[in-house]
């Protein structure tokens, strides 16, 4: 087992009470950090953080809070620095998918998508970045972009906008940030196994026949590695990146992706089905 990188740091993860955002933060519990859960109701981020606590109720914060509300958003930094101080750690993990055809997406929901995904980066970042700033050692962010946000991906337009404005901000604030000693980076991940994708493997394995537009075999046909990543997988990249075996990388963003980015070539299973059914 390797040795604990994060004992008593203090990072916040959001969107933290399943899928990618609970794996970041189970490793960051494991490696000795206190933990900021949060998402959107009180009920399941009290939950998850019982869950996760054990009998260490010390070492994990339950703070709910829409990360597109800035006044919610406020009231979770608020409570984290009167609990722990400011953050060593920031994780924007919060993230919704919009998945439908671009000449069809109504402006509602391109909207709802910029603010959970892009806003709430920025709301978060701007709030615990002026906390790290004003401490004064430094800290790191690390925001959950995604290929979406590095190559195109039908069907897509707010969330791939979304994913590409994460990396930007990333390069950005890590440019502006880094005479405070604030590292900045990005992880963009392929299709991950998560509450988020499990209709891609449930639909797939209940019905040999296109789900949505991405079928299971589509994706492991388009990935190199032939397979869907696991939450822990990109967990072990965010922990890099946020970690001192990282001290000189600020500004990157990390394909987590079986090879996603990599992959040039034509292939069949590459071109994804209209997604009739999702929108
Ligand atoms: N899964 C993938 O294949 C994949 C690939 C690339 C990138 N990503 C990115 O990775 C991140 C996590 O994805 P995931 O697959 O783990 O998603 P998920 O399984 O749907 O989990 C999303 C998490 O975000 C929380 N959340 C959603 N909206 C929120 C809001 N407005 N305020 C606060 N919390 C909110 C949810 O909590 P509540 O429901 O309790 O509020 C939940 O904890 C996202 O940014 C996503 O874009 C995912």
Not at 85 to 97: F, H, K, R, S, T
Not at 154 to 183: D, M
Not at 192 to 200: D, S, V
Request: net charge negative.
């Amino acid at each position: 087992m390797r040795t604990a990188r994060f004992t008593d740091r203090v990072a916040l993860v959001t969107g933290s009470t399943m899928g990618i955002g609970l794996a970041i933060a189970e490793a960051l519990h494991r490696e000795g950090a206190r933990v900021v859960l949060n998402g959107r109701t009180a009920e399941r981020t009290a939950r998850a953080a019982e869950e996760l606590a054990g009998d260490r109720t010390d070492r994990v914060l339950a703070c709910a809070g829409d990360v597109a509300d800035e006044d919610a958003v406020g009231r979770v930094v608020d409570t984290v620095l009167d609990r722990w101080g400011p953050p060593d750690i920031l994780v924007n993990n919060a993230g919704i998918p919009t998945v439908g055809h671009s000449e069809r997406l109504s402006l509602a929901r391109w909207q709802r998508c910029l603010d959970v995904n892009l806003t709430g980066t920025f709301l978060f970042s701007r709030a615990v970045g002026a906390a790290m700033v004003a401490r004064g050692t430094g800290g790191a962010i690390v925001n959950i972009s995604s290929v979406a946000g590095i190559g195109g991906l039908p069907y897509r337009a707010a969330y791939g906008a979304t994913k590409s404005a994460q990396i930007g901000l990333t390069s950005t604030l890590a440019a502006e940030w880094g005479q405070h000693g604030i590292r900045v980076n990005a992880v963009a991940p392929a299709f991950i196994r998560t509450p988020m994708t499990e209709f891609i493997v449930t639909e797939a394995a209940a019905a040999d026949a296109p789900t949505g537009d991405w079928t299971l075999a589509g994706i492991e046909g388009r990935t190199p590695l032939g397979r869907m990543g696991e939450p822990g997988e990109v967990a072990d990249a965010v922990l890099f990146l946020a970690s001192d075996e990282a001290t000189f990388i600020s500004g990157a963003t990390l394909p987590v992706d079986g090879g996603w980015t990599a992959f040039g070539a034509w292939h069949q299973a590459s071109r994804p089905m209209p997604p009739a059914h999702l929108d």
